[in-house]
């Protein structure tokens, strides 16, 4: 299997389980390779650690559920596994540069900090061996 196709293979099912915990040993478990060999795998094809990948996509998620829903911020934190509103509203101001609430309350919608699905079109090309993702 060439690797571009497992990754996007990982990256559609990470998609679809963001509201779960995901550790990378969870990953690595559901993909059937090592963490290591799995880190080093994503890192060499998308250009981010599965850890900063989990996170900027879970944050992104969360900013349009600010902005389109009116649930509260510590709902929508935990929706997206963080373990406090307190550690969600760091790391939203980490990537977003203001808080949750400031972000909710903006006149217009701040696009910048968003990390959409890796395309295709985004990967190095390499080659890998077959994997068990979406079994």
Sequence with gaps: MDKNDFIMELI???EKNFEQPLSLEIVAKKAGYSKWHLQRTFKQATGYSMGDYIRKRRLTKA??????????????AFQYAFNS????????????FVSPAKYRRAKNWNMSGMRLPIRMDELIHMTCPSSDINK
Excluded: H, N, P, V
């Excluded at 600010?66 to 929508?76: E, G, K, V």
């Excluded at 509103?85 to 977003?96: A, E, G, H, L, V």
């Design 12 to 14: 559609s099912w990470l």
């Design 63 to 76: 900013a349009i559920a600010l902005r389109t829903t009116s649930r509260s911020i510590s709902d929508i």
């Design 85 to 96: 509103q307190q550690t969600f509203t760091r790391s939203f101001k980490k990537q977003f």
